[in-house]
Nanobody, 122 residues
């Protein structure tokens, strides 16, 4: 079992930055692809970014590419999402998730955190 806990969410003005963290316990993450997803109120959960276990592959959703950066520190069992140039449409609950497969579909992910709220004011 893997337990994931996100942190770093909050309220920020448009154009600002936030850094989300996802700390894992229970099992090392170095064999898992790690993804970030988000879910805005009244909308379906959507893919944001994914990073492979060795950081050799990284993919972003078109809506965040060039603004968000996913990274991981396997020694600390932690994954990060640096979010810059935030927009009101980035407002959502952000979730990290772990999968033994690299992909963009939420159905691939076996373990999920509880989510952290990000609110971007205009």
């Amino acid at each position: 079992q893997v337990q994931l806990v996100e942190s770093g969410g909050g309220l920020v003005q448009a154009g600002g930055s936030l850094r989300l963290s996802c700390a894992a316990s229970g099992r090392t993450l170095n064999t898992y692809a790690m993804g970030w997803f988000r879910q805005a109120s009244g909308k379906e959960r959507e893919f944001v970014a994914v990073i492979s276990p060795t950081r050799s592959s990284i993919t972003y959703a078109a809506s965040v590419k060039g603004r968000f950066t996913i990274s991981r520190d396997n020694a600390k069992n932690t994954v990060y999402l640096q979010m810059n140039s935030l927009k009101p449409e980035d407002t959502a609950v952000y979730y990290c998730a772990a999968s033994l497969s690299y992909g963009f579909s939420a159905s691939l992910y076996d373990y999920w955190g509880q989510g952290t709220q990000v609110t971007v004011s205009s």
